[in-house]
């Protein structure tokens, strides 16, 4: 797959579902059924003060699955051409972000949690972290 022919129409959101019952919710996420790559690490935001922008980097391969464990938050996706945001606000929605694109995130609530399921184990150098780099690599 050439992977800068991603766009932002290529991410979507998708519902994990969610068990419920009297006592509350349940949403599982599992490598070969309801998401669309296999997990091989997770991490999350948290105690992000008012006003703070996150992200502001590309991928060359990393996939990601966004969820709003707790609070809102937007995503801004941008491959170059086109931008998208998304609001996340329930911890049942993933926003699937494919590789190659350009991302932020802003407008968390307060005490909010951005739970990221990635594909790959953490990797300097699978980021492009210079907005006129992304844009070149976009251009290649
Ligand atoms: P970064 O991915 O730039 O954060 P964000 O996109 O949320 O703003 O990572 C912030 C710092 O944390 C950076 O120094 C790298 C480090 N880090 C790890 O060591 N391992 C990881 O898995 C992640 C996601 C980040």
């Not at 579902?17 to 599982?28: D, F, L, P, Q, R």
């Not at 350009?102 to 990635?118: K, M, P, Q, T, Y």
């Amino acid at each position: 797959m050439k992977l800068i022919n991603n766009t932002v129409f290529d991410c979507s959101i998708i519902d994990v579902s969610k068990i419920h019952n009297e006592a509350g919710n349940i949403t599982v996420v599992e490598n070969g059924y309801n998401i669309p790559f296999e997990v091989k690490r997770v991490y999350y935001l948290y105690d992000i003060p008012g006003g703070e922008v996150r992200g502001g980097h590309a991928h060359y391969e990393l996939q990601q699955f966004i969820i709003a464990a707790s609070g809102s938050f937007d995503v801004i996706l941008d491959d170059g051409k086109n931008k998208k945001r998304v609001t996340l606000n329930r911890p049942n929605l993933a926003l699937h972000i494919v590789p190659g694109l350009w991302r932020e995130l802003d407008n968390f609530s307060s005490g909010s949690i951005c739970l990221v399921l990635a594909s790959h184990q953490y990797d300097e150098g699978d980021y492009i972290r210079e907005y006129t780099k992304f844009k070149q690599y976009r251009n290649e």
